[in-house]
T-cell receptor, first 117, second 115 residues
Framework: NAGVMQNPRHLVRRRGQEARLRCSPM?????VYWYRQLPEEGLKFMVY????????ESGMPKERFSAEFPKEGPSILRIQQVVRGDSAAYFC???????????????FGQGTRLTVV | DQQVKQNSPSLSVQEGRISILNCDYT??????FLWYKKYPAEGPTFLIS?????DKNEDGRFTVFLNKSAKHLSLHIVPSQPGDSAVYFC??????????????FGTGTRLTIIP
């Protein structure tokens, strides 16, 4: 787990502000997944990206949410005009390829806990 | 639409005894199942998995059983140790329309091992 770095660990935003969550995958990993955990719920898939490509964003809300994974730098999950319902823990996972998320092939970061006040 | 269900939000077990965590699923397209362990303020850590073509997989103190006809799987931990106290998530995998794997998680069971 230590290899996937997410920052910040905690983020507080006022309603209407923008939130930017960063995920640096493990060295050698070119595939990134974002998951969201709402209070008292399981993790829910949001988006799957490869370098410079969004492959599957079927779990992303259509409005206000966007993700990118540029050629250089971390993957960014951006939430515009945050609302209280966006308060959640956001987890990033990386894998060396788009193969099955199993065993040690996929690693989760420690998450970013977003609080909207 | 909760496709993966963990109906017990919490479970307490005496140290040294067996812990049994249960999980039910509804989507017959799931073909791979995983258990993750999560400590507070940390990300999920992979624990054990099972392919839908098997009915049992064992790794040390951890065994996962799969009953495809009942769409049910369980995680057995024996003997239970205090360090096993954590939230356990059941997850199921299916290939998306885009060819990637997508994990669907249950809501978790908080396991507490009593010394």
């Amino acid at each position: 787990n230590a290899g996937v770095m997410q920052n910040p660990r905690h983020l507080v935003r006022r309603r209407g502000q923008e939130a930017r969550l960063r995920c640096s995958p493990m060295k050698g990993h070119s595939h990134v997944y974002w998951y969201r955990q709402l209070p008292e719920e399981g993790l829910k898939f949001m988006v799957y990206l490869q370098k410079e490509n969004i492959i599957d964003e079927s779990g992303m809300p259509k409005e206000r949410f966007s993700a990118e994974f540029p050629k250089e730098g971390p993957s960014i999950l951006r939430i515009q005009q945050v609302v209280r319902g966006d308060s959640a823990a956001y987890f990033c996972a990386s894998s060396p390829a788009g193969r099955r998320l199993m065993n040690t092939e996929a690693f989760f970061g420690q998450g970013t806990r977003l609080t909207v006040v | 639409d909760q496709q993966v269900k963990q109906n017990s939000p919490s479970l307490s077990v005496q140290e040294g005894r067996i812990s049994i965590l249960n999980c039910d699923y509804t989507n017959s397209m799931f073909d791979y199942f995983l258990w993750y362990k999560k400590y507070p303020a940390e990300g999920p850590t992979f624990l054990i998995s099972i392919s839908s073509i098997k009915d049992k997989n064992e790794d040390g103190r951890f065994t996962v059983f799969l009953n495809k006809s009942a769409k049910h799987l369980s995680l057995h931990i024996v003997p239970s140790q205090p360090g096993d106290s954590a939230v356990y998530f059941c997850a199921a995998s299916a290939r998306s329309n885009f060819g990637n794997e997508k994990l669907t998680f249950g809501t978790g069971t908080r396991l507490t091992i009593i010394p």
